[in-house]
């Protein structure tokens, strides 16, 4: 896979999936504008992708704001001439149950998640539609977006509209040959360690090296960050340019395609539904079979 010629901005690159993306972009020879809210850390990402031959500039900054974005999009057009390719990676979490969750806890995962990946998209698409040149958007999405999760109305929130935006901004920037894609990763995190499963895994994993067994890597379809990079390098290249607007599933050794809502069931009345047809016919009709929630709890 050759990128070689194209500029891409990751946010959140400086450590975690991020710091994958970054590094593989720029291994397929794409010049990267690595972007994280700790300077140190998006430094530190850049020294390792020169030292290894590739082209990269750090630019720190908290997404969010229409300012941070363009900052980015002005930071790889200064350093590689173009942008060619958006990643929106950077996210916090601030998980709490519904009746714990403070105004703040739940706004400042909007505003990074989902208003970062808005900004961080729109400059991009500006940029890109001026060059005419096509180009790609790879957003992070999350199993939380797709099913809920305990703990995560915000996060899952976030994540759920993100994956409504790439189906809409995918038919709004097809003209332009602008794909935008999803990327659902499962991979060992600092927020992934928390989880008692994996803990002892991703701990030998960082301690000697261990390989995570099959029952993980298959089974679970969980791996390293390592291992979610090269689907970003594929949505980023021209390999791609029939895929868009699709949330894609990447983990371990399983790489999968998430479905979109549409309805299952229908039934239908003359002159309307009162409240007493729905009931009379609710659990042999529409309602017979109701949709599962949640992500099930990770079991080997």
């Not at 002892?200 to 099959?214: K, L, M, S």
Request: hydrophobic fraction near 45%; aromatic fraction near 6%.
């Amino acid at each position: 896979m050759n990128l070689t010629g194209k500029a891409a901005v990751v946010t959140g690159g400086g450590r975690g999936l991020g710091l994958a993306y970054v590094r593989a972009l720029a291994g397929a020879g794409a010049g990267v504008v690595v972007n994280d809210v700790d300077a140190d850390a998006a430094r530190a990402a850049v020294k390792q992708i020169t030292e290894d031959g590739g082209r990269a500039v750090a630019e720190p900054v908290a997404v969010g704001t229409a300012e941070a974005a363009q900052a980015l999009v002005d930071r790889a057009v200064d350093a590689f001439g173009r942008l060619d390719v958006m990643v929106t990676n950077a996210g916090v979490l601030r998980d709490r149950v519904l009746w714990k969750m403070s105004d703040d806890d739940f706004d400042t995962v909007q505003h990074v998640h989902l208003r970062g990946t808005f900004t961080c998209a729109r400059a991009a698409a500006v940029r890109m539609r001026e060059q005419d040149e096509g180009g790609r958007i790879v957003v992070a999405g999350s199993p939380a977006g797709q099913r809920g999760n305990f703990g995560q109305t915000n996060y899952a929130a976030a994540k759920a509209g993100i994956a409504a935006m790439v189906r809409t901004w995918a038919m709004e920037l097809a003209k332009a040959g602008i794909t935008v894609n999803a990327v659902v990763p499962n991979a060992a995190t600092e927020m992934t360690k928390t989880i008692p499963l994996f803990a002892p895994y991703i701990e030998a994993y960082e301690r000697d090296g261990t390989p995570f067994p099959d029952t993980l890597r298959k089974g679970l379809a969980f791996g390293t960050a390592e291992d979610c990079a090269g689907l970003v390098v594929f949505l980023a290249s021209d390999a791609s340019a029939g895929v868009t607007g699709q949330c894609v599933g990447i983990g371990g050794d399983k790489l999968s395609l998430w479905s979109h809502p549409q309805e299952i069931t229908a039934a239908y009345t003359d002159g309307g539904w009162s409240a007493d047809r729905i009931a009379a016919v609710w659990p042999t009709s529409v309602g017979g079979r109701p949709e599962s929630y949640g992500i099930p709890a990770p079991t080997l």
